[in-house]
Every structure is written in structure tokens, then in C-alpha cells.
């Protein structure tokens, strides 16, 4: 740049430093303002997801809670304990030891088992809201979250006992079967963890039926290796039985046919059949709303 002198000469001024400097200061705060930008967003998609649920069963009413993240939590964040307030008390939740993501942050916890009025209280919140209180090194997250009351049969192989089916003391069969078992085999579910969807076991098979005709099954291991796959099925037969056991039977559009029979305790023995093939499937446990490991709020 040239500048005048006092004398009335002229000479050249280098301020090419300042120009370098005032870059670097730029870049410095656009780098800075990008990080912080990162940050923001790795920790709004790190947030935790919390579904809560009260499935009644034949051992008791229990209080259940699923917590997501998309992306992994770091050690000062990953839950530590979870509590829920509901039904005029504050219950303590234990995770359940079983299957981790193999990418994001899955847990499960649930409550001791409840019954007689403590029971009916939490089997009453149905789509009504309760606190969650979260616990981690890094604080405690309250957050409100809506309850989903789900019914599930005993657990394969130690049947519960008490019958979930309203017995029509005569049998059943065709239309007459369908229209009456309808209320228990639409938006109902066949899996074989009974505790409920994944990660509650390591591995989990489900079947989903809903009253839309969508029909829906996965095998969830958490490991990236799984199947869902969904199709649309059509009723080909129906038995009721005089104690309230039931049959069903029908095809999905994939060409594939099942054949179900349930217990009056909620326990499904299933076959597949593809061409020539008839294969055993389970033993599983029904239950109601159908729900799944992704959609918890319910599937139907």
C-alpha cells in the first residue's frame, strides 16, 4: 500500500501480515463455530428415547422401561437407574441383563411384579402419562412418557394359570369362530421372549397380527444380522374350543401358510408351511396390544 511521508515522498507499507492475520483469526472462529455445531447435534441425536409400558401377566403387573439412543452414550451418560412415578408411588426399576445393540444404546428395566389393587392402579394408566426419572453419572433426566398396558400369556414351557380367553363352554368353528376370537388374535403378537420384545432376550422372534391385515415378523439379535420383513395375510379358518382355547389359520400374500393353536393360558404352537415344507414354530407367547422391539407405543 502506499502511503506519504512528512518530507512529501512516498513509500510502500507491507500489511500483508495483517491481512494473513485476520484469516486465521476467520477460519479459527469458523472452525470453532462448526465444532460447536457437531457437538449440538451429535448431542441432540445422542438423546434418549424412553418408552414406558405395564404388562400384566401371569406371575404379576410389572412396571417396564426402554431406553434408546441412535448413537452411543459415553460412560458418564449411560443410565445407571431408572425410576418411575405412578399410581401415587415412586417404583424402582432393575435393567434387564440381556442383549446390547450393536450400534446406538439399548437397555430394558422393569419393576418387582405387583398385584391385587397395586396392580389394578398401574393396569388403569393406559395412555395416560407418568414420570421417568433417568439416572446417570452426568445428572438425573425427568422426562414425561406415555404409558402402553400390553397382556402376555405364560412363558413357554411354565404355562401361567390364569386363562386369558373367555371360555364359550361349546366349540366353535368358521365365521361364527372368527368373529369371536377376533378381539384376542387382531393387534395380538406370537413371540418367543416372554418378557417382552428384544433386548429383553438376545434373540427374539415375533409375529405380528393386525386388524388391517398387515402381518409383520422379526428376528431381532441386535447384531445387524436380523430379519423384518412384513406382507399382508388372509384368514383361512378358525376354531374355537369350549374351554376358550383357539385355533387360526391362514396365507400371506408372500405365499407363504401358518397354522396357530393357543392355549387358554396364552401359549402359541405354530407351523409353517412353503410348498412341500411344514415346519414346527415355537412354543411362543401371545400377546396383546401387538407391539415390537422399534415400535413399543404398539404396531398396529
Not at 501480515?17 to 486465521?24: A, I, L, N, S, Y
Not at 463455530?33 to 410389572?62: M, N, Q, Y
Not at 368373529?179 to 416372554?194: E, I, Q, R, T, V
Request: charged share 15%; hydrophobic share 35%.
Amino acid at each position: 500500500m502506499l502511503y506519504a511521508g512528512d518530507s512529501g515522498s512516498f513509500y510502500f507499507m507491507d500489511t500483508s501480515h495483517r491481512t494473513h492475520t485476520f484469516v486465521r483469526l476467520f477460519l479459527i472462529l469458523l472452525l470453532t463455530t462448526a465444532f460447536a455445531l457437531l457437538l449440538s447435534t451429535a448431542e441432540a441425536s445422542a438423546k434418549l428415547k424412553i418408552a414406558t409400558g405395564v404388562v400384566k401377566a401371569a406371575d404379576g403387573t410389572r412396571v417396564t422401561v426402554t431406553l434408546t439412543s441412535k448413537t452411543s452414550l459415553s460412560a458418564k451418560k449411560k443410565p445407571r437407574g431408572v425410576k418411575v412415578k405412578a399410581a401415587g408411588k415412586t417404583i424402582k426399576l432393575s435393567r434387564v441383563r440381556a442383549a446390547t445393540a450393536s450400534a446406538g444404546y439399548t437397555s430394558s428395566w422393569q419393576s418387582a411384579a405387583f398385584s391385587g389393587a397395586d396392580a389394578a392402579a398401574l393396569e388403569a394408566l393406559g395412555g395416560k402419562s407418568v414420570k421417568v426419572t433417568v439416572s446417570a453419572r452426568s445428572g438425573k433426566t425427568v422426562r414425561s412418557s406415555k404409558v402402553t398396558v400390553q397382556t402376555v400369556g405364560g412363558s413357554p414351557g411354565t404355562p401361567g394359570s390364569v386363562p386369558l380367553f373367555t371360555a364359550p363352554g361349546r366349540d366353535m368353528s368358521g365365521n361364527e369362530a372368527f368373529n369371536y376370537l377376533s378381539k384376542y388374535f387382531l393387534n395380538s403378537a406370537f413371540s418367543d421372549c416372554a418378557a417382552g420384545p428384544w433386548p429383553h432376550c438376545a434373540v427374539e422372534e415375533r409375529y405380528v397380527h393386525c386388524p388391517n391385515g398387515y402381518w409383520g415378523y422379526q428376528r431381532t439379535s441386535g447384531t445387524g444380522a436380523d430379519i423384518d420383513s412384513s406382507s399382508t395375510f388372509t384368514v383361512t379358518g378358525a376354531n374355537v374350543y369350549a374351554d376358550g382355547s383357539w385355533a387360526v389359520s391362514y396365507s400371506t400374500t408372500t405365499g407363504a401358510n401358518y397354522f396357530w393353536q393357543v392355549s387358554t393360558t396364552g401359549i402359541a404352537n405354530g407351523t409353517y408351511y412353503f410348498g412341500s415344507s411344514a415346519d414346527p414354530i415355537g412354543p411362543m407367547v401371545w400377546s396383546q396390544p401387538a407391539i415390537s422391539w422399534n415400535y413399543l407405543s404398539g404396531v398396529c
